[in-house]
């Protein structure tokens, strides 16, 4: 195991605009579980396979723990690549396919034959050894390709997207099976998605991407309640942050009628204009005689034990960045498309971030 380095990496493609990678530079800590998120054409694949060697570093350097790997051939690495589609030879039963790389490094018979006892019992596939994929569920696909990259041990584990071709109720179980795996074998992993629930679910830490630059890298948490800019808070949060632009006086920022003190540090610092941010659940629904903004009810997305509006602000004078407005509703509430309620954010609850640079205000 080791850790990996990406050095000011950057990867620009033959007649290219602009770099798919520009200037990366971010530390895999030994045994960390890494994701990658971002829309795509971030360059977070890109990023992923620069690592594995599959894309050369146009400049900048890439080490996998003391050693620089920057021009050493994919072979050389002792890295395990999980990709989208499952890779299986059609032709191989699951032990032949688990077993391939290893008789292709010349291992021995009996070597070969316990890591793929000891993967399949890792992932359950001792029933399915003597099948071909083609006798396979998409999961237990999966599972073979997860396993045909465990028996190699390699130093690094990298996954482009692997679960993307699985229903949602598959990938919220494989993901979990990936993360206790990931956590058993202790190995290195870089791990690529655009979904960011997936990331936010299964990473020690998130590196977010955008342009083919890194945007903020930290844990869950950290990302989610301290956003470094509009894009990562808007990126991070399921439903999402909704973003207004707001004018600023000596009294604070006004959300249409709505006056929000602004904290020190924050008033020391703003202009005429600043971005708020809220969160759906930050939001409390008050009567008609309190000062708030009255929001038109477009649509309720009900999920079971929560439920969500999405509506638009009726007061004209509210600006705000988000197609809607998101609310999380209190127990019971149960609105139709047309109705009308009246909110207001929760002081202690709200983003502010420059309207110029898009960086976070604290």
Not at 175 to 187: D, F, H, K, P, S
Not at 250 to 261: D, F, R, T
């Amino acid at each position: 195991m080791a850790s990996v380095t990406f050095d000011q990496a950057t990867r620009i493609f033959h007649g290219a605009s602009q770099p798919a990678v520009d200037s990366l530079d971010l530390t895999v800590g030994d045994g960390e579980f890494l994701v990658l998120v971002g829309p795509s054409g971030c360059g977070k694949s890109t990023s992923l396979r620069m690592v594995a060697g599959l894309e050369p570093t146009t400049t900048g350097r890439i080490f996998i723990g003391e050693r620089d790997m920057t021009g050493v051939r994919p072979r050389q690495r002792d890295i395990a690549m999980v990709f989208q589609s499952y890779a299986l030879y059609p032709n191989m039963t699951v032990r032949q396919n688990m077993a391939f790389a290893l008789e292709n490094q010349k291992f021995g018979k009996s070597e070969i034959e316990e890591r793929v006892r000891l993967a399949s019992s890792m992932l359950e596939l001792d029933d399915l050894l003597d099948r071909k994929p083609s006798a396979l569920s998409g999961g237990q696909r999966q599972r073979v390709a997860m396993g045909r990259a465990i028996v190699r041990k390699p130093t690094v584990f990298c996954m482009d997207e692997p679960l993307s071709n699985l229903d949602a109720k598959l990938r919220v179980s494989m993901r979990g099976e990936i993360a206790n795996l990931q956590r058993r074998l202790a190995t290195t992993t870089i791990y690529v998605t655009h979904d960011q629930v997936e990331a936010m679910t299964m990473g020690n830490r998130v590196a977010v991407m955008l342009n083919g630059k890194l945007q903020q890298v930290d844990t869950p948490q950290n990302l989610y309640s301290q956003p470094a800019n509009v894009f990562v808070a808007g990126f991070i949060g399921s439903p999402s942050i909704t973003l207004f632009s707001c004018p600023v006086t000596q009294e604070g920022a006004h959300l249409g009628s709505h006056v929000i003190p602004l904290p020190r540090t924050i008033s020391a610092v703003a202009k005429s204009n600043i971005i708020l941010g809220v969160r759906p659940e930050s939001w409390e629904i008050v009567g008609a005689d309190l000062d708030g903004i009255i929001l038109a009810t477009d649509f309720v997305e009900m999920l079971g034990s929560q439920t969500y509006l999405y509506g638009q602000a009726i007061d004209p004078q509210v600006e705000f960045r988000s197609e809607r407005i998101g609310v999380l509703l209190e127990r019971n509430m149960y609105p139709q498309a047309g109705d009308s309620i009246k909110i207001r954010p929760r002081q202690n609850e709200l983003y502010f971030f420059d309207p110029d640079t898009e960086k976070a205000l604290w």
